[in-house]
């Protein structure tokens, strides 16, 4: 097919090329000569623009103009009686072109027999940017790599309606559910569900934000810095008089584009926005530098001292390698500014980049797809998403292999701890941000299940063959109510009579949620459970809890369920 591709091109430029070769008649003068106009759009580059063979790829197809612009130009001349005759075009020719997006590898979380290895360590995550991203990629009639799904992320873009503590004195509420599993009835679904402070928009302290914008070449369309703009100008119209933002942009070099200005000035700071445009070649490492510079000139004691960096994470020069930009920005973080990461775009998104900067800058990460996305992240949820309550957050669960025979954690792959690292203050962990909310799912195989996926060891202990006890484990909680404060420890047992005969709506959604990742991800962990099963589980689940969000998930999976039908 490639080979067909390359021919047709090839063939309409030799058409081209003879009829610039064909004599005049009447060549006059005052007028520009066709053939010479023709020649000199045809340069070089031109000759050599039909695709190459090491371009060609597997992606998404995108159109080639059958001629180069400046041919096309030639092309249009006014027809004269003296004009040289231009053949009709060929009809549209398509390449595939290389997909430069990059994920991180994932390696699913394995089953885990709790008499082997009976805990299980993790930071919280309250990114959400893998939803937004599959989403955009599902409407554009493409399925996701396996890579860029983060079950995590799916399950946490969900609100799920948890009550809040009364107080900031324990700063997060835990909420604990035990069901059965929708894919499998001989297992359970384990859910720990915390839910942040929630504080009074108008109590958040001043907040001193910086804008780091990459303006580089890659991020010249619509859907990149003109989304951009678009988004942050809804942040801009929150912004109180108390509240500082200065922009910076970055592409072959940074520069301040506007310096710490009062949110009471909103037409400067639009005005800033409204100049930025795209060019050149991408130094984020550079404009990071001078980002994190800016916020600690103007930081507010006790406010809110963050960078939001908005990119398509296409750094190209200066400091490029993750490696170096993750060690600049973990020396950045110790001065108490926060990092916020919003990825922007296609083809060539470094997914990869963004969130683990965001990671290791005490910040979230989310990817902005629509202008309703940016309102969620940047209006909706700005307290969560700029406040912070909770720093180095853990999970630690002991599951008591009396009751329990195996687990598996849903995602939280890249948030892995050793065990000793849950007691040790100085290894880093998630934040939680004012009313956040952060779930995690457990499939969980009860002793004497049927759905045990583990054969037992010869030479290990005799299993207890009946379940004995009460607690079906022992759940644990660390965090800091502040960066630099001694963590606090939160403990409470997770009870084998907590089951509940039907699960709540939240968990529904949650379990379908984490359905649709595993079934994206083609990782055949939930068995036979199919698309038209978990579609039915949507449709069924219609009139429960919050139908927008039902129907949001459903749309997607339909759309998921379409396009591995067939074969795309």
């Known amino acids: 097919m490639h080979a067909v591709r390359l021919s047709i091109l090839a063939t309409s430029i030799s058409l081209l090329l003879a009829c610039a070769a064909q004599p005049e008649a009447n060549p006059q003068p005052e007028s520009p000569e066709p053939a010479e106009a023709l020649q000199e759009a045809l340069t070089p580059q031109d000759a050599i623009s039909p695709v190459k063979a090491e371009n060609v790829a597997s992606g998404e197809l995108a159109r080639v103009d059958a001629m180069p612009a400046r ?14 005759a231009i053949p009709a075009p060929p009809p549209p020719v398509y390449r595939e072109i290389a997909n430069r997006e990059n994920y991180a590898e994932i390696t699913p979380n394995a089953v885990i027999v709790a008499r082997e290895q009976p805990v299980s360590t993790f930071s919280i995550d309250v990114d959400t ?98 989304l951009l703009k678009q988004s942050f100008g809804l942040l801009v119209e929150r912004l109180r008089p108390q509240d500082r933002i200065a922009i910076v942009a970055y592409a072959g070099s940074a520069g301040l584009v506007l310096p710490p200005t009062s949110g009471s000035d909103k037409a400067s700071i639009l005005a800033a926005l409204n100049r930025l445009e795209a060019g050149g070649s991408t130094n984020g490492g550079a404009g990071i530098e001078l980002a994190y510079a800016t916020a600690q000139q103007a930081a507010v004691p006790g406010g809110v001292n963050r960078v939001i960096l908005a990119t398509d994470g296409d750094f190209n020069v200066g400091t490029v390698s993750i490696d170096a930009l993750e060690s600049l920005v973990l020396a950045k973080r110790e001065s108490g500014v926060a990092l916020t990461t919003l990825g922007f775009g296609r083809d060539n998104y470094n997914d990869e980049l963004a969130e683990h900067l965001a990671d290791i800058g005490n910040g979230n990460h989310a990817y902005i797809d629509r202008l309703d996305e940016a309102r969620k992240v940047l209006v909706d949820e700005m307290s969560s998403t700029l406040l ?8 630690q669960i002991e599951f008591n292999p009396n009751v329990v025979a195996e687990y598996r954690l849903l995602g939280y792959e890249n948030r892995a701890l050793n065990r000793e690292d849950f007691n040790n203050d100085k290894v880093d962990a998630g934040e939680i941000g004012a009313g956040h909310d952060v779930t995690a799912l457990y499939e969980v195989s009860l002793v004497g299940s049927a759905a045990t996926q583990v054969e037992p060891l010869r030479y290990a202990a005799s299993a207890v063959s009946t379940p004995s006890g009460d607690e079906l484990a022992w759940l644990k909680l660390r965090y800091k109510p502040k960066t630099d404060a001694p963590s606090r420890l939160i403990e409470q047992p997770i009870r084998r009579d907590a089951q509940r005969a039907t699960p709540s709506a939240r968990l529904n959604l949650a379990a379908n949620a984490a359905a649709f990742a595993e ?50």
């Not at 989403?135 to 946490?156: F, K, Y």
């Open 388 to 395: 912070t309550i909770a720093s180095d957050v853990k999970i």
């Open 71 to 84: 041919m096309r130009a030639a092309a249009a001349l006014p027809s004269s009686p003296m004009s040289i």
């Open 129 to 226: 940017g893998s939803f937004s991203n599959i989403r955009r990629m599902l409407e554009s009639g493409q399925l996701p790599p396996a890579d860029a799904v983060r079950t995590e992320e799916l399950i946490n873009w969900f609100d799920y309606g948890y009550a809040p503590p009364p107080s900031l004195e324990q700063p997060f509420a835990v909420h604990t559910e035990l069901a059965t599993a929708p894919w499998n009835s001989q297992r359970l679904l384990l859910s720990v569900g915390l839910k942040g402070y929630q504080v009074d928009p108008a109590s958040i302290p001043a907040s001193n934000l910086v804008f780091l914008v990459d303006t580089s070449g890659s991020m010249q369309s619509e859907d990149k810095l003109g």
């Open 519 to 568: 079934l994206l991800r083609g990782d055949g962990r939930l068995g036979a459970y199919s698309w038209r099963e978990l579609q039915s589980s949507l449709q069924a689940q219609k009139g429960e809890g919050d139908p927008a969000q039902t129907q949001a998930l459903l749309d997607l999976v339909t759309r998921a369920a379409s396009l591995q039908a067939t074969g795309r």
